[in-house]
């Protein structure tokens, strides 16, 4: 037998022991429903490469385990939605631009997991009633306040107007996090391929009263960059006058 074909056998061999250890790693790892087996196996395959390439560390994050919320996050890179599918003990309906859940070679596992596409230049009210209905019938949906990829040191700080609506629309409980530890921040791809020590930060939960004051939307913006301690005086009233 030629070299060559040692070298083909060798690469064979290696790919079919990666192709069984990451069907190994989806199956132990999925435990959510999807809707569909498919679906099941991206969640588990996804959910062991979140916690075993970027150390995903989420022991004090939690979310209800029936009952319709919003999620909502400061978005550091193209990694964050997997990072909070991940850390979820329930599916998570998204909330995206039209524009990325359209795009070539994802539409399918964007419709099928069920996320709403906004259309930022028109009727954006669509989108806000299927979050409503998603909502009443105890869903969790999740949104990125900034509306884009935004880093702690940029501004402004303010987040935008939608998720205000949203919860005064809704009235449903808000749930703040915070992700850091991702490695190339800033882009969409690069910290999918860069090993990281990531983590979730979960804050006070707060309600549509929160949005009754004036700088609500600057000081929520503050606390998922960072800049704002969400345990202050503030936080604290806000979280007593629910």
């Known amino acids: 037998m030629t070299i060559f074909w040692w070298v083909l056998l060798a690469v064979v061999l290696i790919l079919t022991a990666l ?12 435990h959510i429903d999807w809707g569909s087996p498919f679906l099941n196996f991206i969640d588990g395959l996804s959910r062991y490469y ?19 919320a919003i999620l909502i ?48 230049s028109g009727r954006a009210d669509i ?11 105890g869903e969790i949906v999740a949104l990125f306040p900034h509306g ?12 935008k107007p939608g998720i205000k609506k949203l919860a ?10 915070r992700i850091i530890g991702v490695r190339g921040q800033g882009s969409v791809f690069t910290p999918l391929f860069l ?8 804050f006070p939960t707060i309600t549509h009263h929160y949005f009754h004051h004036d700088e ?18 503030d936080a604290k009233n806000t979280k007593e006058a629910q």
């Open 19 to 30: 192709i069984v250890k990451l069907l190994k790693g989806a199956k132990k790892y999925n």
């Open 50 to 68: 979140c916690i075993r390439f970027h150390r995903l560390d989420y022991e004090r994050f939690s979310l209800p385990t029936e009952g319709g």
């Open 73 to 120: 996050s400061n978005h550091i890179s193209g990694l964050d939605p997997l990072l909070l599918i991940a850390a979820s003990n329930r599916p998570i309906r998204f909330m995206i631009a039209t524009e990325e859940y359209n795009r070539f070679g994802l539409n399918w596992l964007f419709k099928g997991a069920g996320c709403i596409p906004v259309n930022r």
């Open 127 to 137: 989108a806000f009633r299927q979050a409503r209905r998603a909502l009443d019938q």
């Open 148 to 159: 884009r990829i935004h880093l702690d040191d940029e501004e402004p700080f303010r987040v």
């Open 168 to 177: 005064e629309l809704t009235r449903h409980s808000i749930f703040v996090c």
């Open 195 to 202: 090993r990281s020590e990531s983590k979730i930060l979960q």
């Open 216 to 233: 609500s939307l600057h000081r929520l913006g503050e606390v998922l960059l960072g800049h704002r301690n969400p345990f202050s005086k």
